[in-house]
């Protein structure tokens, strides 16, 4: 809309830093760039719209491409080919937006997030799908964020072009990783209930799960496109977690504040002859409507734990980091049953031998438990999920 001030004031702004860039030369003309664009982005974001800028590497050019989730997953398909779901969090006073479409390989993507009033990050994959966290040195804390996407990405690689701030981001990343493998090695290995920080990781793995499940594929019939689609869920996932927990700053009193956002059910529909894709109400399990697509779930939850419900039955996994770590995969009946019936017993028992028999494909060594009345089977493997990721091959 081109009388929305907000997008002529971004297309003004965004010629005078291509003008700025050209002026300051590429590598100190990028690193302007960037930090300009967040500026641009907190307004957009007090203005309660989200701006996403699609970067023209060869010529150093900028373009807003959409002002909204909603509106991104309406045009970004036909626009550049596809578009991938973000996971998006909410604190009580600030929103986190980021919005990730497919772009080409000679295309970047610029993704300004937010945290309250402070800019706290970007995140980018390369060919090589590194992760890579770029994080200013002023932002007080990170609320969380997830964000997939399968395009080979390298908008910002020539940021990170002195030794110091490759020494001081490979710190960071090293010293996040080894906090959160402390903690979830304390809060899962802990008795009693569930504590804050517990289940606030908890929240992120199940956002970042229903982020990669909400892909569209608009080129393809829906069948074929909702198989496509979950099947490159599944492999990208890990990726996105492994994103949320190298980002992740814990600080226990804030985690009350953390919420997820419920992200719009746009595959809901899509495949109406056999499956349903949508969020519940509370935002947090993503809902499957076909025992099929859950099995195909089974790897995801092994590497990348979290909950998944079909319409009566559910697959849930927990883990241990560390070396006498172990990973635990539940098969049970799904207590919001609403389409269909309770499966019948055999039925669960039929879906964890199939469990079983994947993970004894991969020489991996598992026991299986079966309740007796039925009501649930589980595989208890005694490995981590860590080492599950990199043992456990995705299904394509």
Do not use: M
């Not at 920080?197 to 608009?218: F, M």
């Not at 869920?233 to 949320?244: G, K, P, Q, S, V």
């Amino acid at each position: 809309d081109e009388s929305d001030p907000l997008r002529r004031l971004t297309q003004e702004d965004l010629a005078r830093l291509v003008r700025l860039s050209r002026e300051l030369g590429p590598q100190q003309g990028r690193l302007t760039v960037f930090q300009s664009l967040l500026e641009l982005g907190l307004e957009a974001l007090k203005a309660e719209r989200g701006l996403v800028f699609l970067w023209e590497e060869e010529k150093n050019l900028f373009h807003p491409i959409a002002a909204s989730p909603h509106d991104l997953l309406q045009s970004a398909g036909r626009t550049l080919g596809g578009a991938l779901g973000s996971a998006v969090l909410s604190s009580r006073k600030a929103r986190l937006l980021a919005d990730a479409p497919l772009v080409g390989a000679q295309s970047a993507l610029l993704c300004p997030l937010f945290a309250g009033q402070k800019t706290v990050g970007l995140l980018y994959l390369d060919r090589s799908q590194a992760r890579r966290a770029f994080q200013p040195a002023d932002a007080d804390f990170l609320t969380a964020f997830a964000w997939v996407t399968s395009a080979p990405l390298a908008a910002f690689a020539q940021l990170s072009d002195t030794r110091d701030w490759n020494e001081r981001l490979e710190s960071i990343v090293s010293e996040r990783t080894r906090e959160i493998a402390r903690l979830r090695l304390r809060t899962s290995s802990s008795s009693g209930p569930p504590s804050p920080a517990s289940e606030w990781l908890a929240e992120v793995e199940r956002a970042v799960g229903n982020a990669a499940l909400a892909i569209e594929n608009l080129d393809e019939s829906e069948a074929q496109g909702v198989r496509r689609a979950s099947a490159q869920a599944l492999r990208l996932t890990r990726l996105a977690l492994e994103a949320a927990r190298r980002l992740g700053e814990w600080h226990p009193e804030r985690l009350e504040a953390v919420e997820v956002q419920r992200i719009s059910r746009e595959l809901e529909g899509l495949d109406r002859n056999r499956r349903s894709y949508s969020l519940d109400e509370g935002g947090g399990l993503a809902v499957f409507c076909d025992p099929e697509d859950a099995l195909l779930a089974l790897r995801l939850f092994v590497e990348a734990p979290f909950g998944c419900e079909c319409s009566h039955v559910r697959i849930s996994a927990a883990s241990v980091e560390g070396p006498s770590g172990w990973t635990q995969v539940r098969v049970e009946r799904a207590l919001n049953a609403r389409a269909t019936p309770p499966a019948p017993d055999s039925t669960l028992v039929r879906l964890a031998e199939r469990l079983a028999e994947r993970i004894v494909a991969d020489r991996l060594h598992g026991e299986l438990h079966v309740d007796p009345d039925g009501a649930w089977a589980e595989i208890r493997l005694p490995q981590p999920a860590a080492t599950l990721g990199e043992t456990l091959v995705l299904p394509r």
